[in-house]
């Protein structure tokens, strides 16, 4: 897990992206253009919440979220997701 400079604010969160499948299961080499995005992830930084409503996820946690949910952003080279909470499914 890395350590990032950056603190969300409210319910947001900031998500470092799982790696996307290299190969299918029986083997087949996927290219970059066909690559799926990834909707599994790593919570880097989290806020501290809304006012009477604390967050559920914790830095550290590995969590499912929306195919298109969140924005990108690059810090120090990095690729990382910043998304509110809402858009996060579950807590693997």
Do not use: C
């Not at 319910?11 to 992206?17: F, K, N, T, W």
């Not at 930084?45 to 690059?74: F, H, M, N, Q, R």
Request: glycine letters at 8%; charged letters at 30%; aromatic letters at 4%.
């Amino acid at each position: 897990m890395s350590k990032v400079n950056i603190t969300p604010l409210a319910d947001r969160v900031l998500v470092e992206a799982a790696a996307a499948e290299e190969k299918t299961a029986s083997g087949l080499i996927i290219p970059d253009t066909a690559k799926e995005k990834p909707q599994k992830g790593i919570v880097i930084a989290a806020g501290a919440g809304k006012k009477d409503e604390p967050l559920t996820v914790k830095v550290g946690d590995t969590v499912l979220y929306g195919k298109y949910a969140g924005t990108e952003i690059s810090v120090e080279g990095k690729d990382y997701l910043i998304m509110r909470e809402s858009d996060i499914f579950a807590i693997v």
